[in-house]
């Protein structure tokens, strides 16, 4: 299980650690938060409203729904994100095989053009449906992509900076993130450029207990260049369905399972 939402709160650094010392804590710390924030129970699901706010104010609005499924004893995960509002977005569907040893496969249906696209793994960092999120901050980074350093540990938080190990391979040149000690959640990820100036930060802005596990119900993707950031509200949150297995499927791209996103 090497996936991550990346959120985290940065704070001011109280402790400096000798990364040798700490490597086998730092990559615990990491694992910890990886089944934090992916797999609260053995699937989930939850609707969505995403406000996408650019550099002139100018607003607009998705609403799509989101179902999450575990592959048992293997660390994967599968996805299906179906898009409901606008109408320029309705029946859109997304959806994304999460491996542990390997690119992700991801797919996207345009239902204007009834064409289903593949996303190459080379276009991971791309904006997600035009927001500031990108396709890996919604499928997640695999941790062995990056090396992991313990930065500090204040009273609340862990701060980890994480170094691409291929760098001609991302936008960013390392990003620094806050996870929570009480429930390991991240709840902020900074994103530095190659010049080492702070480019993107993606925050949890608010954090509720749904049956029994901590979840992030609003989050905030900023980027500082363009001015511009996109805010998410999660609502309707459920988890332990028991979805079935052939919703993940590339015909139900096409035939959305209604069964379950309208519950």
């Known amino acids: 299980m090497k996936k991550f939402i990346l959120l985290g709160l940065i704070f001011s650094s109280v402790f400096m650690f000798n990364q ?21 129970g053995n699937d989930g699901r939850s609707e969505v409203t995403m406000t996408i706010t650019d550099s002139q104010s100018r607003i607009r609005k998705r609403v799509f729904q989101i179902l999450r499924m575990d592959i048992e004893d293997a660390g994967q995960q599968k996805y299906y994100v179906y898009f409901s509002q606008p109408a320029d977005v309705q029946d859109m569907v997304y959806m994304v095989w999460k491996y542990t040893d390997k690119d992700d496969d991801r797919w996207m249906y345009l239902p204007a053009l009834d064409l289903v696209r593949r996303i190459a793994a080379t276009d991971k960092r791309s904006s997600f449906v035009g927001s500031n999120f990108v396709y890996e901050d919604i499928s997640g980074r695999n941790l062995d992509l990056d090396t992991h350093e313990m930065l500090a540990s204040p009273a609340d938080v862990y701060i980890i900076k994480n170094t691409p190990k291929d760098a001609g391979s991302v936008e960013f040149s390392y990003y620094i993130i806050s996870i929570r000690k009480d429930n390991f959640l991240p709840v902020k990820a900074e994103y530095f450029d190659k010049q080492g100036k702070l480019s993107r930060v993606v925050e949890a802005l608010e954090i509720k207990e749904i049956q029994g596990n901590p979840s992030v119900t609003k989050s905030k993707a900023t980027d500082l260049a363009s001015n511009s950031n996109t805010v998410i509200d999660f609502s309707n949150i459920k988890y332990d369905l028991g979805l079935e297995a052939d919703i993940f499927s590339e015909r139900y791209l096409r035939r959305p399972p209604r069964k379950w996103l309208e519950q």
């Open 20 to 40: 040798k010392s700490f490597a086998q804590t730092v990559e615990e710390i990491i694992s910890k938060a990886n089944l934090a924030a992916y797999y609260a």
